[in-house]
């Protein structure tokens, strides 16, 4: 597989108020893993993986402890199940991250974040970064709502952290500069959809989807690619300052991903 990646945080974008960077949430938006019609609790069939408590969320929304908190740890667990199957396949290791409900602000060892950045994985401590908050703006202002939205949140940033693990932040890091910054950043947001998608294709495969969630997904990842944020946001659209892809690009992507469920249909750096 081609690089793809910088040390720098991954994520679903700069910030859905600020207009600066796209927001980047992959688009697509699917699955909520479904486990009542066999265990009678909709989180029945879920792990909860590592999931730690942000410093700033004391007693607060997001602990997972409420029932958003506990939907997004469950679903956590299940990505990083599938992630250790799928690489171990492949006689490669899945090292566990960590996900952090927080909400305000967070200190990281990618820095200091507002909750205005998005959901963001840090490869420096190997976490995923989550304010809950978020997902009410993402519905308010973006028209993406619901469990399929959160639960594709928390598959793009699981993303990036197979990439760390796979060593294409790392090389991506090695091959930046200026003048290519955002198309490998574009590059490396894609590829955390199509990772998204292979999520959803073992999902589909343990007959975890509904009727209809995947064209679900679809219609909200045309709705949130760069250039639908950008127009949102500050009312025109500029290529040459997308780090996230195009709302077409984000749904081939994460389709790709889906259809395939393999790596290699992943390469979103092949030819330069």
């Known amino acids: 597989m081609s690089p793809g990646g910088g040390f720098q945080m991954g994520g679903l974008g700069g910030g859905m108020g600020m207009g600066?960077?796209?927001?980047?949430?992959?688009g697509l938006v699917l699955l909520l893993i479904l486990g009542y019609c066999v265990t009678g609790d909709p989180l029945g069939l879920l792990d909860t993986g590592n999931v730690e408590q942000g410093p700033a969320e004391t007693g607060a929304r997001g602990t997972p402890n409420d029932e958003a908190g506990k939907m997004i740890s469950h679903v956590f667990g299940d990505t990083e199940a599938t992630w250790k199957q799928i690489l171990s396949q492949g006689n490669r290791s899945y090292r566990e991250?960590?996900?952090?409900?927080?909400?305000?602000?967070?200190?990281?060892?990618?820095?200091?974040?507002?909750?205005?950045?998005?959901?963001?994985?840090?490869?420096?401590?190997q976490k995923v970064y989550l304010d809950l908050s978020f997902f009410n703006e993402l519905a308010r202002r973006f028209g993406a709502p619901g469990d399929f939205a959160q639960a594709y949140v928390v598959a793009h940033e699981v993303g990036h952290h197979v990439q760390n693990l796979l060593g294409i932040f790392d090389r991506v890091r090695g091959s930046q500069t200026r003048a290519n910054a955002n198309a490998l950043s574009v590059k490396q947001e894609l590829q955390a959809d199509c990772f998204a998608g292979i999520w959803g294709h073992y999902a589909a495969a343990r007959n975890l989807l509904e009727r209809g969630d995947v064209e679900e997904g679809l219609k909200a990842a045309a709705a949130i690619g760069d250039d639908r944020i950008q127009r949102t946001t500050q009312g025109y659209v500029s290529p040459e300052s997308f780090t996230h892809g195009s709302s077409e690009e984000r749904v081939r992507w994460f389709r790709q991903g889906l259809q395939s469920g393999e790596l290699r249909s992943c390469d979103t750096f092949a030819g330069g």
């Open 97 to 125: 991250a960590t996900l952090v409900l927080f909400s305000d602000a967070v200190q990281s060892a990618c820095g200091f974040s507002s909750a205005a950045v998005g959901p963001f994985y840090c490869p420096g401590d």
């Open 20 to 26: 600066t960077r796209g927001l980047g949430l992959g």
